[in-house]
């Protein structure tokens, strides 16, 4: 499989494959690495209407910043478009009349290569979302998804409406530790394990997967949250990739060895993740299906899972005071 890429801002297509020589999956670098903070003499400020986040409904990685802005209650603070999840070789692109789809509202681009050709003329790199718009400087600020999360979770404190705090000081390294965890070996394995080119590869990633999962599930049996008794990013970070697994990964990119909803704790603590307000409205199956998982294939219609169904996880946990930002 080739990838598509800006090379000195020209678009090229199909220039090279995912995988490195051993035929492992080899996720390249996001590129516009910035950071808005509120601090004295920064070119990024935190500003309301400021800026504007870039994704696509599928993209799990896009999809942890989306939900974030959400829980952080910055959805009247950070503006959003939204890509269509089907690429062809042109890439991401608004398609506005595509129902759960949006124009380019900020610079008018039909393609979202155009938008950092527009920060940089002379980009080279692969074009991903999420991305972080500055109005103000009109450039990107940020590409990469766990940055953005973090900027979102700190930075915008005095504006938006009252959201849950979910980075909280004092939790950080604990929360970092967790992410980081869960990142390879989970968020990107499944990746790992579906663009592998070669058995040794593909052993290698479907195993920490599942190594992976399995801890948590052992974790999980014991309290409610990935860190403990309260929401945190880390649980923000875990939630894109446990919705799509049995719809799309379990089967499109071979990680098949067991369902989340087969598991005793991961499948209670999904349906609690997705019952919390502001994480149910950020999913669009029929997007994620939409996706590269299928494309120019039939799209599978099961497993028709009910994340609506009774958790009773808040039985591992007492009520937390300190999950709304103070005042």
């Known amino acids: 499989m080739g990838r598509n890429m800006l090379v000195d801002g020209d678009w090229k ?14 996720r390249a670098e996001t590129s516009f690495r910035d950071w808005i903070q509120d601090a004295p003499d920064t070119k990024f400020q935190p500003a309301a209407g400021r800026y504007h986040l870039y994704i696509a409904r599928n993209c799990p990685w896009a999809h942890g910043a989306a939900l974030t802005r959400r829980l952080a209650g910055l959805t009247d603070v950070v503006s959003m478009d939204i890509v269509d999840p089907w690429r062809e070789d042109e890439g991401w692109e608004f398609t506005p009349e595509k129902d759960g789809c949006t124009p380019d509202t900020v610079n008018g681009c039909e393609y979202l290569r155009d938008v950092y050709v527009a920060a940089d003329p002379e980009y080279t790199g692969r074009v991903t979302v999420p991305v972080l718009w500055d109005r103000e400087h009109e450039t990107i600020v940020n590409n990469e998804s766990i940055e953005i999360m973090r900027m979102f979770a700190t930075e915008f404190d005095d504006y938006g409406d009252e959201g849950r705090e979910l980075y909280p000081e004092g939790y950080r390294d604990e929360i ?149 930002r103070p005042s």
Request: hydrophobic share 30%; with cysteine.
């Open 176 to 324: 970092d530790r967790i992410i980081d965890s869960i990142y390879d070996s989970i968020n990107n394995g499944v990746y790992r394990a579906g663009f592998a080119e070669s058995q040794e590869a593909y052993d290698e990633a479907v195993t920490d997967v599942f190594d992976a999962l399995d801890h948590w599930d052992e974790v999980l049996g014991n309290q409610r949250y990935l860190a403990g008794d309260r929401l945190t990013l880390a649980d923000v970070r875990m939630f894109p990739t446990l919705i799509r697994f049995d719809e799309c990964y379990h089967t499109a990119f071979k990680c098949n060895r067991q369902y989340i909803h087969q598991y005793d704790n991961l499948w209670p603590y999904l349906r609690d993740l997705y019952q919390t307000p502001g994480f149910a409205e950020t999913v669009r199956m029929e997007h994620i299906k939409d996706d590269g998982y299928y494309q120019g294939e039939i799209t599978p219609i099961g497993p028709g899972l009910d994340y609506e169904q009774p958790h009773d996880r808040d039985q591992l946990s007492t009520p937390d005071e300190t999950t709304a």
């Open 13 to 26: 297509t199909d220039i090279g494959p995912y995988t490195d020589e051993s035929g492992a999956f080899d």
